[in-house]
């Protein structure tokens, strides 16, 4: 019996290698690389009708970028596709470190605020006191010119003082002749032995002392008229020059303490707009934390926009919004369109405004009408040069959404051209 399995086993095998080399050049024939026809994107559906292939997008975007002028944390994002309505909060970022420099800012701003009406109210004290002065020193002149006028005006001091003088020459001269008189009466008297000679000591005295008086009268009235004159004159003049000085400088302190005053609140108050101006850029800013959206339409993130460049990264809580940095994008709501790229050829044979007809894989092939709206050129790395065919298919139903793929047919025979 074991002697059976084992010729059983035999024939197995050998009928298992004759099968195998019978077959193994056909199984070799079958690894022949086979060919594969890339897919069309232009597809003739039956003459003049081509169709192609194209993904469906939004039609235009409103750009959300980082306002505040510098890099700051998000705290909030609004999820990608959701509806958002004119007005709401879509991103906001962390301003604590603005809310910080804000009120460090106010107290710089308060600062400059006094420093700017200290300098204001220094100019107004120092602009009266000058005022004062200039005006002190003009009454100080009136005084001076006054006192000059008295001395020696018409019937000033001066001019009494020399008619007192020459009243008095004119006493003593008076005096003098009736002492002389009463001294040749007393001589012939005596001569007659009708008085002693003691009268006439007498009476010679009072002569010499008349005639003294009245030298003493005339050389005062010559030093009065003379040296006391231009003396109290010169004494008077210098006063109303000095006086005349004092206004001058008080003018001078007055101009000097006015420049000087407006170049006070000049720089106070350039200071104080440099700290408004910052308080008013830091509020700018904290409110720029919060971003609304302009208008309503679909959130979309940058990464998913069309031709979006650098700007792809990860969009978070707790990621960092570069300045300037496009957050988000608003998408507007039924604007969608197709970017068909087209032959040259075939381009040349359409029009903006031109019918064509859309289908939708997801929508069952359903027809959906559509227009034409631009047409562009686009220059590849490589030839074949082919053009841009951009389509606003309508969607009277609300059914189409971003992503879904059409195919477009293209009626060539409706132009001639553009």
Same mark, same amino acid.
């Given at each position: ?17 004759? /099968? ?6 056909? /199984? ?22 081509? @169709?192609?292939?194209?993904?469906? *997008? ?19 994002i ?32 308060? !600062? ?7 300098? &204001? ?5 120092? @602009? *009266? ?31 009494l ?10 006493l ?6 009736? /002492?002389?008189?009463?001294?040749? =009466? ?6 007659a032995? *009708? /008085? ?6 007498e ?6 002392e008349?005639?003294?008086? =009245? ?6 009235l010559?030093?009065?008229s003379k ?30 303490? *006015?420049?000087a ?11 104080? &707009? ?9 509020? &700018?800013?904290?409110?720029?934390? !919060? ?43 039924? @604007? ?5 790229? #087209? ?5 040349? !044979? ?31 790395? @490589? ?5 841009? #065919? ?9 059914? =189409? ?18």
């Amino acid at each position: 019996m074991n002697r059976s399995k084992r010729v059983l086993i035999v024939i197995v095998v050998v009928s298992f290698a004759l /099968a195998a080399g019978r077959f193994a050049p056909q /199984a070799v024939s079958e690894l022949r690389p086979v060919r594969v026809r890339p897919p069309r994107l232009l597809e003739p559906v039956g003459q003049p009708v081509v @169709r192609a292939k194209a993904a469906l *997008e939004y039609a235009s975007f409103t750009d959300l970028r980082n306002e505040t002028g510098r890099p700051l944390p998000i705290l909030h994002i609004a999820p990608e596709g959701k509806s958002a309505e004119k007005g709401a909060v879509l991103v906001e970022l962390d301003a604590g470190a603005l809310l910080d420099e804000r009120d460090q800012q106010i107290f710089l701003l308060k !600062k400059a605020q006094a420093q700017l009406a200290a300098a &204001e109210a220094s100019f107004v004290a120092e @602009r *009266e006191e000058a005022a004062e002065m200039i005006e002190l020193a003009g009454k100080g002149i009136e005084v001076a010119e006054g006192a000059l006028r008295v001395f020696a005006g018409d019937g000033g001091e001066h001019e009494l003082q020399l008619r007192a003088i020459e009243s008095e020459i004119a006493l003593g001269e008076r005096r003098l002749v009736v /002492a002389a008189g009463h001294e040749q =009466l007393i001589s012939e008297r005596i001569r007659a032995n *009708e /008085a002693p000679r003691s009268q006439l000591e007498e009476a010679k005295l009072a002569s010499f002392e008349a005639k003294i008086q =009245l030298e003493l009268a005339k050389t005062r009235l010559l030093f009065l008229s003379k040296s006391v004159y231009e003396q109290k004159t010169s004494e008077l003049r210098l006063a109303i020059e000095q006086k005349k000085l004092e206004l001058i400088r008080a003018r001078h302190k007055l101009s000097t303490a *006015e420049a000087a005053g407006e170049a006070a609140i000049m720089v106070e108050r350039a200071n104080y &707009e440099l700290e408004s101006n910052r308080f008013k850029r830091l509020e &700018e800013q904290i409110a720029a934390c !919060k971003i609304y959206a302009p208008e309503a339409g679909i959130v979309v993130y940058p990464a998913r926009a069309p031709r979006v460049g650098s700007q792809v990264g990860a969009l978070e809580r707790g990621a960092i919004a570069r300045e300037r940095q496009v957050l988000l994008r608003i998408a507007e709501k039924g @604007r969608l369109k197709l970017d068909v790229r #087209v032959s040259l050829a075939l381009a040349q !044979k359409l029009s903006p405004g031109q019918d064509v007809k859309v289908r939708f894989d997801a929508l069952d092939d359903r027809v959906f009408n559509g227009r034409i709206v631009t047409i562009g050129v686009i220059s590849p790395p @490589r030839p074949p040069v082919q053009a841009r #065919v951009t389509i606003r298919p309508d969607d009277p139903d609300g059914q =189409l959404r971003v992503g879904m793929t059409a195919s477009v047919d293209f009626d060539s025979s409706k132009t001639t051209g553009r």
